[in-house]
């Protein structure tokens, strides 16, 4: 699975990909966040707010920092 | 650390501050100016300013949907209103860079194009709330309305400059297709939403109402005599609100927004304000930069003050906020209201390392330009305001 965390490097970016990664603790999967900050990705992505999370190339949430509990049911429906 | 910690952490400086025995330290220098000035900003800035004004900003950044502004952006949008939009939605949609750099690139490229997407980039920083509201408050209303006014005014003209000026660019340049907008329901319809935030925003008014000077009269007056009344019952409106219609979860939303709000620009603000003192001491004060430097460079309301005011802030980088002690400390050493004006309009929207991709996204013909017009037309506001507060 392809996990992305879209930003520009602000606290709020940073405490998704927190989150990202305590949901993915807990399911118990080891898969990479992988953090894009070029702003020329970004908008390539079609991305307006940030931060936003891409699942496998699929924006899954844009300007919100999605909770652990959402975040994991996001990566179970995949 | 937990959010906990760090709130107690928060208050015990506050605190620290609010309480510093000042007095007693021996020495007069610009350090104690540094300590005097953070104290003086604890005591008349943190509780009635700067908290409610967080809690504003943290109910926008929850409670408007950002979704429905955005689409006024789009590649189809018409012109004049994405103008009009861009000019102003900096206050709902972004308080730091952040927010503003990847909605510029986005208007630019996929979305309304190079006028609207440079609207936004220049109101973005200079109109957000807080800014506006903090400003106001140390630095008067009059710099505050003049940076609103004239931030809401060079957004529309610069961009539409940029516009004129790469028409030929932007008619061949064809919008790389359109961008997404999340879907999001409304929770409460319009008006309550209002009523909300009308509520939120008189408290802070009211409760910030300036002692009137000896020269004002009537109504001024009269709303200071009666100020504490009028804020309670803005109070009580916004608490019978937030019992009827508001949801449990959504207020936890309000007030964890909030706080990041405090935690992202406090301890930058903090620092401002100690850097502030220490150069530039306090009101009658001297720090470090002896006051007959400022007011050679950028005293009085000549050419070169203006242009040195916008030329300096365009390429400093101010965090959120810190801006405004910063010049409270240039205008104590002597620094002109015109000149002021200018670093305001010129500085947060401007900076070497947003100049910097911006130029990643536009390019570097473009940049300058931009640049150059926030620049020209920041000095010639400063000039022009300088003669009208005289």
Redesign the interface.
């Given at each position: 699975m392809k996990i992305q965390v879209y930003?520009?490097?602000?606290?709020?970016?940073h405490d998704l990909t927190h989150n990202v990664q305590e949901a993915l603790k807990e399911i118990g999967k080891e898969d990479k966040v992988e953090h894009v900050a070029d702003?020329?990705k970004?908008?390539e992505k079609?991305?307006?707010?940030?931060p936003a999370l891409v699942i496998d190339d699929e924006?899954v949430?844009?300007?919100r920092i999605l909770s652990v509990d959402d975040i994991k049911k996001a990566i179970m429906d995949k | 650390m937990k959010n906990s910690s760090k709130f107690l952490i928060s208050i015990a400086v506050f605190l620290g501050f609010y309480y510093l025995p000042i007095e007693l330290l021996p020495f007069r220098n610009p350090i104690f100016e540094a300590l005097a000035l953070a104290k003086w900003y604890a005591r008349e800035h943190v509780l009635l300013c700067l908290v409610p004004a967080f809690f504003i900003a943290g109910a926008i950044s929850v409670f408007i949907s950002?979704a429905a502004i955005?689409k006024y952006?789009g590649a189809k949008a018409k012109k004049i209103l994405a103008y009009t939009v861009a000019s102003v939605s900096g206050s709902i949609l972004a308080v730091?860079s952040?927010?503003v750099?990847?909605?510029f690139?986005?208007i630019y490229?996929?979305g309304a194009g190079l006028g609207p997407a440079i609207a936004f980039l220049y109101s973005g920083p200079a109109i957000n709330v807080l800014a506006i509201i903090f400003t106001a408050r140390v630095l008067g209303w009059q710099l505050g309305f003049a940076r609103a006014a004239g931030a809401v005014i060079f957004s529309i003209v610069i961009g539409f400059l940029m516009h004129l000026i790469f028409l030929k660019e932007e008619r061949e340049r064809h919008a790389q297709?359109n961008?997404?907008?999340?879907e999001e329901e409304p929770s409460r319809p319009l008006w309550k939403n209002a009523i909300y935030f009308s509520s939120t925003i008189g408290i802070l008014i009211f409760a910030n109402w300036a002692k009137p000077g000896a020269s004002d009269s009537g109504l001024w007056v009269k709303i200071y005599q009666f100020k504490w009344f009028i804020t309670a019952i803005f109070g009580i409106v916004l608490a019978l609100v937030l019992i009827s219609w508001f949801k449990k979860d959504e207020l936890k939303k309000w007030i964890t927004s909030s706080w990041?709000f405090a935690?992202?620009i406090l301890p930058l603000l903090l620092l401002g304000v100690l850097v502030a003192g220490l150069l530039l001491g306090r009101v009658g004060h001297e720090g470090i930069i002896p006051s007959r430097f400022v007011e050679k460079l950028v005293g009085g309301n000549s050419l070169f003050a203006n242009f040195f005011a916008s030329i300096f802030g365009a390429f400093m980088y101010f965090a959120t906020l810190t801006e405004v002690p910063i010049l409270k400390g240039l205008i104590g050493a002597g620094m002109g209201k015109g000149p002021a004006l200018a670093l305001l309009l010129a500085g947060p929207a401007l900076s070497l390392p947003n100049m910097l991709?911006i130029r990643?996204?536009i390019g570097i013909k473009k940049t300058v330009v931009y640049v150059a017009l926030v620049v020209i037309m920041a000095a010639i506001s400063g000039i022009i305001f300088g003669i009208l507060v005289k």
């Open positions: 930003g520009k490097g602000c606290p709020k970016c702003i020329n970004i908008t079609g991305i307006m707010l940030t924006i949430s844009e300007g | 950002q955005i952006f730091c952040c927010t750099l990847p909605l690139s986005g490229k996929r297709g961008f997404a907008v999340p990041e935690l992202q991709v990643s996204v």
